[in-house]
Each structure stands twice: as C-alpha cells, then as structure tokens.
C-alpha cells in the first residue's frame, strides 16, 4: 500500500505545480480569488475557462476538471488493484496483473500529459505570446508548463472569439 500512498502523494504535488503557474494566468484573467487554484483539480477548471473548448486525441474536453478527477481516480484504482495483488496472488499471477495495471496507469498518464499540452496551446494563442510554435515545443517536457503560463500572463489576454 506504500506504492498507492507514493501514487496519491505525486498526483497532488503534480497538481499543485500545475498550480503555481495558472495562479498567474487567473490573476491576469481578474479573477476575484486567484489563489484558490491551488485546491487540487481546480485549478483545471480554471485551465477551461481560459481556454474554452478544446478536443485531446478524440476526447471532446467540456469540463476538464472533471475529466482530469477522473483520469486519477482511473490512475490511483489501477494503481491499488496492482498493489493488492502484489500481496495477496501468487507471484506469477501478480506480474501479470502489474503489467495490465501498468498499461492502465500509462493511459492515464498520456492523458493527463496530452491534456496539459493541447491547453497549454489554447492559452499561449489566447494571450498572443509572439513565439506560439516554439513554446509549444518547449511544452512538450511538461516540466516547463507552468513556468510557460507565467511568461505568457505578461501578456493581454484575447477574448475567446479573437484566438483564431
């Protein structure tokens, strides 16, 4: 069960890092209490809001809160299913479990990258960061998302009709 406590714990920091960088663009947008991303997977709503609709592979993306709530409980279920067959199947049996779970939680996985990374463009064109297509390469290691998002609240956002 430490693998599932290790799981919740990266989830959470992973979101709050998410965070830190859509407090800025919130702040930017007005919102009276910018601080409140900062309470897990609000932060996404927020992401929504900035971005208006957007589609992830063939996934239409209406609420992304939600849809990111459910991208981790997927991951944390697959992810205790393993954990409980590690201790309690025989060996063989949990093995073969933790290679299906794996490919669960990988899904997971992409969705929440691939999520971040189509978001992260909407909001690089809604506040017309000059260099759009090389923030965009620079999005896809993830790591530098939020601090993209606060390079690109320096700009004046568009309004959602104005982005294309």
């Known amino acids: ?4 406590l290790i799981g919740v714990i990266a989830m959470l920091v992973l979101i709050e890092f998410v965070s ?5 663009l919130a702040k930017k947008m007005g919102y009276e209490k910018p601080y409140k991303v900062f309470i897990p997977f609000y932060c996404f709503k927020v992401i929504r809001e900035v971005t208006g609709p957007f589609t992830v592979l063939v996934i239409p993306v209406t609420k992304m809160a939600r849809m990111y709530i459910f991208i981790c409980v997927a ?7 393993a954990s409980w067959g590690g201790d309690f199947l025989p060996t063989i049996s949990a093995e073969s479990l933790w290679q299906i779970m794996w490919i669960v939680m990988g899904l997971c996985i992409l969705l929440f990258y691939l ?12 506040f017309n960061v ?8 620079i999005s896809l290691l993830f ?22």
């Open 75 to 81: 991951f944390l279920l697959a992810l205790c299913y």
């Open 143 to 164: 790591v530098t998302i939020p601090f993209l998002f606060m390079i690109s609240s320096k700009n004046v956002p568009r309004s959602l009709n104005e982005m294309y």
């Open 20 to 24: 830190l960088g859509v407090y800025f």
């Open 115 to 126: 999520g971040l990374v189509f978001a992260s463009v909407k909001v690089y064109r809604r």
């Open 1 to 4: 069960m430490l693998n599932v």
């Open 130 to 137: 000059p260099n759009e297509k090389l923030f965009v390469v």
